[in-house]
């Protein structure tokens, strides 16, 4: 079990930038996959990036370019680094941790994620 805790979420004007981070209670590459999720209210669940333990990192289309995903093994702490914010990436952010080969074939699929963080807003305005 991993508990995972996101920080760094906020309110920006489009074309700004955040960093969100994420405290693991364990080493990040204790997982297989680490990885940030998003959801607006009424809308599904989003994958927006991921890094696999061998540093591989995986986006999702309408991120890419834009988000960087990476991790600092010796602080536990997964980051996500956000730039040229749209109105589109306003959402709760979660953090995941999945430490089966199931979430290296499909790192978007929120299933193969055991453990959660409890999500932190963004907020992009026009």
């Known amino acids: 079990q991993v508990q995972l805790v996101e920080s760094g979420g906020g309110s920006v004007q489009a074309g700004g930038s955040l960093r969100l981070s994420c405290a693991a209670s364990?080493?990040?590459?204790?997982?297989?996959?680490m990885a940030w999720f998003r959801q607006a209210p009424m809308k599904e669940r989003e994958g927006v990036a991921a890094i696999f333990s061998d540093g591989v990192s995986r986006y999702g289309d309408s991120v890419k370019g834009r988000f960087t995903i990476s991790q600092d093994n010796a602080k536990n702490i997964l980051y996500l680094q956000m730039n040229n914010l749209s109105p589109e990436d306003t959402a709760m952010y979660y953090c995941?941790?999945?430490?089966?080969?199931?979430?290296?074939?499909?790192?978007?699929?929120?299933?193969?994620?055991?453990?959660w963080g409890q999500g932190t807003q963004v907020t992009v305005s026009s």
């Open positions: 364990t080493d990040t590459h204790s997982s297989l996959c």
């Open positions: 995941a941790a999945g430490t089966t080969w199931l979430c290296k074939i499909g790192p978007f699929a929120g299933t193969y994620y055991a453990s």
